[in-house]
T-cell receptor
Framework: DGGITQSPKYLFRKEGQNVTLSCEQN?????MYWYRQDPGQGLRLIYY???????QKGDIAEGYSVSREKKESFPLTVTSAQKNPTAFYLC????????????????FGQGTRLTVV | AQTVTQSQPEMSVQEAETVTLSCTYDTSESDYYLFWYKQPPSRQMILVIR??????QNATENRFSVNFQKAAKSFSLKISDSQLGDAAMYFC????????????FGGGTRLMVKP
């Protein structure tokens, strides 16, 4: 079945350590996104990538890094520079509509809950 | 700054009745999409309905419909014949149709359905 897979579902790390969250999609989507969700709040964009080897900062990119070496994969690294990394992280992707010259609606993975202790 | 505002942190509805969730947004762009996403306890975001700004007709998906008022920058979601499975967080979002194509989300409304 096609979809977006985030792993792991739960992740625990010690303060000061970098950690990488995985996001893989087999939908052949062009664009991929990382969002952060804090309790009782909406989603805030961390990074997005429209094509391979290209990505743009979102609203809260500080303390995070990404790579897009393959169309299917968009891993997110939470670095020690991120002051409050404990949160729920959602990855999403969308297809580029050539006729409309725009991305279609975003499809989301099931998320990764990161807890830093 | 472009923002999305959901003024109702929580809403409650009796099973089988109708409820409307409010959303307003602020943008200077004219070409954009509007979305409602549902986030159940599993926390996966599920697309409920979408509306293209250039279309005047309100979108409908089964029991879900929207009231899109472009001049007022309002995009409310109506859920008819509410079911227990509708209980979730609902997020309003919009996306400007340019190269960025990023979604901007509101803060969410928690919907409770009473049996």
């Amino acid at each position: 079945d096609g979809g977006i897979t985030q792993s792991p579902k739960y992740l625990f790390r010690k303060e000061g350590q970098n950690v990488t969250l995985s996001c893989e999609q087999n939908l052949n989507h062009d664009a991929m996104y990382w969002y952060r969700q804090d309790p009782g709040q909406g989603l805030r964009l961390i990074y997005y990538s429209q094509i391979v080897n290209d990505f743009q900062k979102g609203d809260i990119a500080e303390g995070y890094s990404v790579s897009r070496e393959k169309k299917e994969s968009f891993p997110l690294t939470v670095t020690s520079a991120q002051k409050n990394p404990t949160a729920f992280y959602l990855c999403a992707s969308s297809r580029w509509d050539k006729v409309r010259s725009m991305n279609t609606e975003a499809f989301f993975g099931q998320g990764t809950r990161l807890t830093v202790v | 700054a472009q923002t999305v505002t959901q003024s109702q942190p929580e809403m409650s509805v009796q099973e089988a009745e109708t409820v409307t969730l409010s959303c307003t947004y602020d943008t200077s762009e004219s070409d954009y999409y509007l979305f409602w996403y549902k986030q159940p306890p599993s926390r996966q975001m599920i697309l409920v309905i979408r509306q293209e700004a250039y279309k005047q007709q309100n979108a409908t998906e089964n029991r879900f419909s929207v009231n899109f008022q472009k001049a007022a920058k309002s995009f409310s979601l109506k859920i008819s014949d509410s079911q227990l499975g509708d209980a979730a967080m609902y997020f309003c979002a919009y996306r400007i149709n340019n190269a960025g194509n990023m979604l901007t989300f509101g803060g969410g409304t928690r919907l409770m359905v009473k049996p």
